[in-house]
Every structure is written in structure tokens, then in C-alpha cells.
Nanobody
């Protein structure tokens, strides 16, 4: 079973940047898609970004497209989320997620998640 550990959250002013990291262990990292989700106060968890095992394409929620970048370093078993031009509405707990299926060519749904990280808080002040 894969274990995920996020880091990099914090408090930042609107317009600022943060980079989240998610380190994976417990299984082969390079053959599984990875994703970031978030849950804002009083709202349901939502998809943010995903990267397939190949890393050749990426997927983003419309709300973060052009501001966030997901990437992966298979040599470090780590997936990243670079967040730029942050807005107060980006305030949420951000969760890293690992796909249950190997070699999936596209993004995966919450029902396909094999493991979640513990979450890292991102707070954007106005």
C-alpha cells in the first residue's frame, strides 16, 4: 500500500506563491498517476490537478488553470504542485492522492484513489 506525505503548506498573501510536495513510499511510484485535491471550509473536496504516470500531459480544474502547475520527479518519488497568483478562494486543505491503477493514461476520479495523504493547510489572506 502506498503512503503519501504532503508538505509545503502555509500562510501567504493574495498574489503570492507556494509549492506543495508529496512524497510517496510503499510501492512503485513511476507507474501510477497522481493528483491533488482540496477541501475548502464548508465545501466538498474537489479536484485540483492530475498527472498520469507518463508525466507527458497534465489536467487542471478550470479554477486553477494557468496559475497552478503539477509535476513529478520519479527519481524522488515525489509529486509537486506549484501554486502562483494565489487567491483567498484557494484557501483549503490540499490532499495528495495516488491512483489505484497502473499505467492509466488520463486523470482518475476520487473513487479510483488508492491512498490519500494527511493534507496540508494552505491559507491565502486578502
Amino acid at each position: 500500500q502506498v503512503q503519501l506525505e504532503e508538505s509545503g503548506g502555509g500562510l501567504v498573501q493574495a498574489g503570492g506563491s507556494l509549492k506543495l510536495s508529496c512524497a510517496a513510499s510503499g510501492r512503485t511510484f513511476s507507474t501510477y498517476a497522481m493528483a491533488w485535491f482540496r477541501r475548502a471550509p464548508g465545501k466538498e473536496r474537489e479536484f485540483v490537478a492530475a498527472i498520469p504516470w507518463s508525466g507527458t500531459i497534465t489536467f487542471y480544474a478550470d479554477s486553477v488553470k494557468g496559475r497552478f502547475t503539477i509535476s513529478r520527479d520519479n527519481s524522488k518519488n515525489t509529486v509537486y504542485l506549484q501554486m502562483n497568483t494565489l487567491k483567498p478562494e484557494d484557501t483549503a486543505v490540499y490532499y495528495c492522492a495516488a491512483d489505484r491503477l497502473q499505467y492509466r493514461p488520463g486523470r482518475f476520479q476520487e473513487t479510483d484513489v488508492a491512498s490519500w495523504g494527511q493534507g496540508t493547510q494552505v491559507t491565502v489572506s486578502s
